[in-house]
């Protein structure tokens, strides 16, 4: 069922986008994956990049009959046979624009939560498959609340944690030990456009510093005993700078913000087992500001 | 992502081949430098991608390759700073010769 020209205005940290979807299905798939980003209205100030989701066209683009396709600003970007993987594509294509109109912001492959007991900005650090999510998730479950998954923003002179409110990626092995855990019902993680694609409450707003740095090893059995090991700064930098996308376009702000994280936040390497267990050591971590080992 | 390793002093056995004393080492301009809060540092060479971590000592004689300090004069400043220790002079120049082989240290002056 088409919706005529409804178009919907986002605002990611400042890169500001309206977004058409005629499909009425595929655009409310679109705006429940970028709920977090949702303008009431657009108040006219600034530049908007303009994006359009469809799968109509007239001939002159050359693409299979019954494909979907993005176009940014009129110009095709790229097609698709289903609208599940156009609307990955699109949540894709609109961040990573957001990250590179904010290249003034230290960006970080990571998580940030907040205990609600106190004012450390945590990040949890590492390439995808380190168990970021799954610990983030767990955290959350213990009234953490979150900034980010899979990508941070930092502001570099205050290393402030911005909210950046993007639906998480969830794969059914997290699924399943967060759902051991306890996951509350509210947490659906069937919701389209895919399976793995989860909205949780994004509710960490005041912009703490980042003051914990825990390095997710990537290979760690969920039966061993949990272990953090304090980081010396210059293992500690190059681990936040092997993670920092703006390290080849950004290099010196880049190094001088992973720089001033090593001087103000504790770093550890964690080598996570146990999810529960995990969890409990990072808590005593903020609680306590001791070390696990 | 970019490689990266650390350079030292310490010593070894390798011959020093860097070393004319007229030489003015000088950083390369592909390079970002970073000083951790306990004395080490972090070197970016933003033209090979590569991450370099230096220790203290060798993070002192990395901020004296300004293109007026010859090896000799970086070596007598680190002998200053430690006066007792053994080989000082050789393990400035390999360190020196380490530096320029990996292009962090141009050799415009050399």
């Known amino acids: 069922m088409e ?222 005993t949990p272990r953090l090991i304090p980081l010396a700064p210059a293992e500690a930098a190059r681990l936040l700078l092997m993670n920092a996308p703006t390290l080849p376009y950004a290099g010196a702000l880049t190094i001088a913000t992973a720089a001033r994280l090593t001087a103000s936040a504790r770093c550890y390497r964690l080598q996570s087992g146990d999810l529960r267990a995990t969890v409990e050591m990072v808590m005593a971590l903020v609680a306590e500001g001791r070390d696990g080992t | 992502m970019a490689s990266s390793h650390t350079a030292a002093i310490a010593p070894n056995e390798r011959e020093a081949t860097v070393a004319e004393s007229n030489e003015r080492p000088q950083k390369s301009a592909c390079v970002h430098d970073e000083l951790l809060h306990d004395g080490t540092m972090i070197l970016l060479h933003s033209c090979k991608h590569e991450l370099m971590t230096l220790n203290p000592t060798a993070a002192i004689v990395w901020e004296y390759c300004d293109g007026e300090h010859s090896p000799d004069a970086i070596a007598a400043e680190i002998r200053e700073v430690f006066p007792d220790a053994a080989h000082v002079e050789d393990e400035v120049m390999i360190l020196l010769q380490q530096l320029i082989e990996q292009n962090y240290l141009t050799d415009e002056n050399l």
């Open chain 1, 3 to 224: 919706n005529e020209a409804m178009i919907d205005h986002y605002d990611l940290l400042g890169y500001r986008l309206a977004l058409s979807i005629p499909d009425a299905e595929a655009h409310a798939v679109a705006a429940r994956m970028l709920a977090g980003f949702r303008l009431n209205t657009d108040d006219g100030m600034g530049p908007v990049t303009r994006y359009v989701v469809t799968d109509k066209q007239d001939g002159s683009l050359h693409i299979p009959d019954g494909c979907w396709y993005i176009s940014v600003n009129d110009a095709l970007t790229d097609w698709y046979y289903t609208i599940a993987e156009t609307l990955v594509a699109l949540e894709r294509l609109i961040v990573n624009s957001a990250l590179i109109f904010r290249a003034d912001l230290f960006h970080l492959h990571s998580a940030a939560l907040v205990a609600p007991f106190s004012e450390q900005g945590i990040l949890l650090v590492g390439e995808s498959g380190s168990g970021k999510t799954t610990l983030a998730l767990a955290l959350m479950l213990r009234g953490f609340l979150v900034y980010s998954d899979d990508v941070t923003l930092i502001t570099p002179t205050t290393l402030a944690l911005e909210p950046f409110p993007r639906a998480f990626r969830v794969d059914a092995s997290t699924r399943a030990l967060v759902e051991q855990l306890g996951a509350p019902p509210t947490w659906d993680f069937d919701m389209p456009p895919g399976s793995d694609y989860f909205f949780p409450p994004h509710n960490a707003v005041a912009r703490v510093a980042a003051r914990i740095a825990l390095f997710l090893d990537r290979d760690c059995q969920p039966d061993q």
